[in-house]
Nanobody, 125 residues
Framework: QVYAVESGGGLVQSGGSLRLSCAAS????????MAWYRQIPGKQRELVAR???????NYGDFVKGRFTISRDNRKNTGYLQMNSLKPEDTAVYYC???????????????????WGRGTQVTVSS
């Protein structure tokens, strides 16, 4: 089993900053892409940012240079630094990790992605 646990959400005023963290743990043979998604009430979950093992990144159009995704491969942890937050950024933010695991028994390698439970970010105007 693999776990992804988010932290760092909270309430912040418009223009403020937050840093989210996502710690992956469990049966991890290799941690591949890490990503942040968000879900605004009444809307579909959308990609905020993604980072590969090698550090390549891509962002949702709405980010417009305000957010930065990073990772610490030694700690199996990813981060999302969010600056210049706006009320429309209010959402539940989810971590998604793509992980290669080794199946107990036959030792086969398998890729799956796992979701965290989410952390609430609320930006007041």
């Amino acid at each position: 089993q693999v776990y992804a646990v988010e932290s760092g959400g909270g309430l912040v005023q418009s223009g403020g900053s937050l840093r989210l963290s996502c710690a992956a743990s469990g049966n991890i043979h290799r941690l591949n892409d890490m990503a942040w998604y968000r879900q605004i009430p009444g809307k579909q979950r959308e990609l905020v940012a993604r980072i590969t093992t090698g550090g390549r990144t891509n962002y949702g159009d709405f980010v417009k240079g305000r957010f930065t995704i990073s990772r610490d491969n030694r700690k199996n942890t990813g981060y999302l630094q969010m600056n210049s937050l706006k009320p429309e950024d209010t959402a539940v933010y989810y971590c998604n990790v793509d992980v290669t695991t080794r199946t107990p028994g036959d030792g086969e390698l398998e890729d799956n992605d796992y979701w965290g439970r989410g952390t609430q970010v609320t930006v007041s105007s």
